[in-house]
Nanobody, 120 residues
Framework: QVQLVESGGGLVQPGESLRLSCAAS????????MSWVRQAPGKGLEWISD????????RYADSVKGRFTISRDNAKNTLFLQMLGLKPEDTAVYYC?????????????WGQGTQVTVSS
């Protein structure tokens, strides 16, 4: 059973930064693409970034490109999301998910999420 545990969320002001972490277990983390997805209040799940198994290739949704950076530490089975220049529209529950942009939804493996609230 895949286990993904996100942490690092919180309440910040516009323009501030946060770094999210996702601890992975019970599967071979190092061979899988991983994604970050989010769900804003009243909206569906939105893919925002993915990273290949080795960490050498990353992709981003236009809404976060240039502000967010995805990375991973395969030795520690951990996925990260560095978020800079946060905006109120980034307010959402953030989830890490197994799989790339094309298949994370069908793999149906994500954690319980961590709340990010951006407000002045």
């Amino acid at each position: 059973q895949v286990q993904l545990v996100e942490s690092g969320g919180g309440l910040v002001q516009p323009g501030e930064s946060l770094r999210l972490s996702c601890a992975a277990s019970k599967f071979t983390f190092s061979i899988y693409y991983m994604s970050w997805v989010r769900q804003a209040p009243g909206k569906g799940l939105e893919w925002i970034s993915d990273i290949n198994s080795g960490g050498s290739s990353t992709r981003y949704a236009d809404s976060v490109k240039g502000r967010f950076t995805i990375s991973r530490d395969n030795a520690k089975n951990t996925l990260f999301l560095q978020m800079l220049g946060l905006k109120p529209e980034d307010t959402a529950v953030y989830y890490c998910a197994k799989g790339p942009r094309e298949t994370w939804r069908t793999l149906r493996s994500w954690g319980q999420g961590t709340q990010v609230t951006v407000s002045s």
